[in-house]
């Protein structure tokens, strides 16, 4: 699990950011923005025009629902054109629907039917745009700098994820829905522009078979590929029994013994920690980067752990901030441990079907939490589901490839 220091000088950065890294790394930051906004914006807009949480509920879950059924078609189309005119096209498509809903606020046209189906839209681009994101990367860079790369996006993203919800807010509350909504659907657009400086690699077989035939292929890598398999099955479990207890509970308990405002420091520390560590990790090589990542990933169970012990805020938060330094090592050795082991003509179907397994828990751990905190307890839930963390985190290192790797 040893790590050690390259360079750190800024020589090796620079040069990765120059030329078409670069521009993805542009274009991605504004990318990243623009979702981060995206989410709160239209919440915001939609509460702010129909003043009814059902509204909100259905318009988010016409987002979600296309982004999971379509996943998996995302992927066979990344890995069978080129991935750039892919997301070039994702992003296009997410400007417009966007773009719509913001001139239906600012012409004072509300109609949940249209905005449900816009938001539909955009939640199906994001199916074909997540496969193609993670496959891109080594055409861009040398397999040497994948880590680095992907330390680098990690470090934007996690940094315009503390901006962005904010920025939406106050635009939302000082210009309204329609103006952030707009500001989104510009830097989609924007994104786009970027994206067209990038290499159009096309991965177009001699002999195309169908998209099914395709589509039983990847399944049949990904099966083959063990320790993905057993890592996917590893991050459902996670995802099952952390989203749903650390977004529920969290704000429940850390409240109840530190106010609204404790919960609000928890998140800002815990960010803090996701930002810290992805910018450390650009200096960083890790030797056998597949086992630290794993080992690393036992610590977002602390926060869990730490709720049902306390509550306390200071304590939660503390916790938190460690289990962001884990999270962020954890992601980043997963993307380059895909990146450089998948085989590259299926890294994106592989990817597709890794995503899903690992999402498709999410919704079902946010309906059962109220539940199941009601019949246990708040606290004794967190707890459970902290112990649950860890033993999931730590089940890829059942095998050898993730081990030694």
Known sequence: MTAVTTDLSTDLVRQLLHGR????????????????????ALSLAVLQASGQATDLGIVLAANVVPMLALLLLGGVLADRMSRRSLLIAANTV??????????????????????????????????????????????????TDLQRANALLASSGHAVRIIAPTAAGLLTATAGGGWALAVDAGSYLLTSVLFLRLPAISRMPVAVPGIGRELLAGWRIFRSLHWVVLA?????????????????????????NGGPLGWGAVLSVRAAGLLLMSIVAVRLVFRRPLRTGRLFGVLPALPLLALGFTGEPWIVAAAAFAGGLGFTISAITWDT?????????????????DDLFSFIAIPLSQLATGPLAAALGAGQLALLCGVAYAIAALVPLLSRETRQG
């Not at 923005?33 to 709160?40: A, D, E, L, N, P």
């Open 21 to 40: 890294f670069g521009w993805f790394f542009a274009g991605r930051t504004i990318d990243m923005f623009g979702s981060s906004m995206t989410t709160v």
């Open 94 to 143: 997410s400007a417009a629907a966007i773009g719509g809903v913001a001139v239906m606020l600012f012409t004072d046209r509300y109609h949940l039917p249209v905005i449900a189906a816009l938001s539909l839209v955009a939640g199906a681009a994001s199916a074909f745009a997540s496969p193609a994101l993670r496959g891109i990367v080594p055409d861009l860079v040398a397999e």
């Open 337 to 353: 441990a895909l990146q450089t082991r998948v085989p590259r003509e299926a890294l994106s179907r592989v990817s597709a079907f």
């Open 232 to 256: 996917s099955v590893s991050f459902a479990v996670v995802n099952a029994v952390n989203v749903g207890p650390w977004n529920v509970l969290g704000p429940m308990l850390v409240s109840a």
